[in-house]
């Protein structure tokens, strides 16, 4: 049976929910199919990387799904590729914001997403999920934690398969924003949950 670790964010910038941790807590699957981890991680420079790498080591994953909220999407959006830069324009939820920085000192400019990405978009589209690939996952906390994930299973040599999806903000965030698209967390949940078995599947 695989093992599966799917983490969310905490909220940041002044939101009071991050619909990526709220979506990531109602995916459900039948025991049977897969071991289901899941973590809420704290959206902070650093800290992110730390706590889903030592969750990786602990709990040696097949597959890590990272998500997290970009505001302003209409779609849920599979990112395909994590780059070598910290570049905050506001501060994270320990008050860093780091500027122009390499994520690791010698590491690669880039890494790719080593999800199925095409395969695994075609069949969420064709089940009617509002799904599509971005080729930039920003240079905020949720591309540094994409980076360090995939740099640290590629140092340690760890065969798993890992990729980053953001989703949109979910509907009780955009109440008093009419002009802000967003999403139903059903919707949400029930998109996660059919890739993540579409990704057991494999
Ligand atoms: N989204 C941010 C960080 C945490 C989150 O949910 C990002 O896109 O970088």
């Known amino acids: 049976m695989k093992n599966i670790l799917i983490t969310g964010f905490s909220p940041f910038n002044q939101e009071r929910i991050n619909p990526s941790y709220e979506a990531v807590k109602l995916i459900d699957m039948p025991g049977d199919i897969a071991r289901i981890f899941k973590m809420e991680v704290p959206t902070v420079f650093g800290d992110a990387i730390r706590i889903v790498t030592d969750a990786i080591d602990r709990l040696k994953p097949d597959i890590i ?4 909220q970009a505001g302003g999407l209409t779609k849920i959006m599979l990112e395909r590729v994590a780059i070598n830069l910290d570049d905050a324009n506001m501060p994270d ?70 990729g980053f999806v953001h989703v949109p903000y979910m509907d009780a965030q955009v109440r008093n924003r009419p002009d802000v698209p967003s999403m139903t967390l059903t919707d949400m949940v029930a998109a996660l949950s059919d890739m993540i078995a579409l990704l057991v599947k494999q």
């Open 93 to 162: 939820n320990s008050g860093q914001q780091p500027v122009d920085q390499p994520i690791a000192a010698n590491g690669p400019l880039a890494y790719f997403s080593t999800l199925p990405l095409k395969p695994l978009i075609k069949e969420l589209v064709a089940k009617g999920h509002l799904v599509g690939l971005s080729n930039s996952a920003g240079t905020y906390v949720c591309n540094h934690l994409l980076y360090g994930v995939l740099h640290h299973l590629k140092q340690h040599r760890i065969p798993a398969m890992a």
């Open 65 to 68: 799904v990272m998500v997290g």
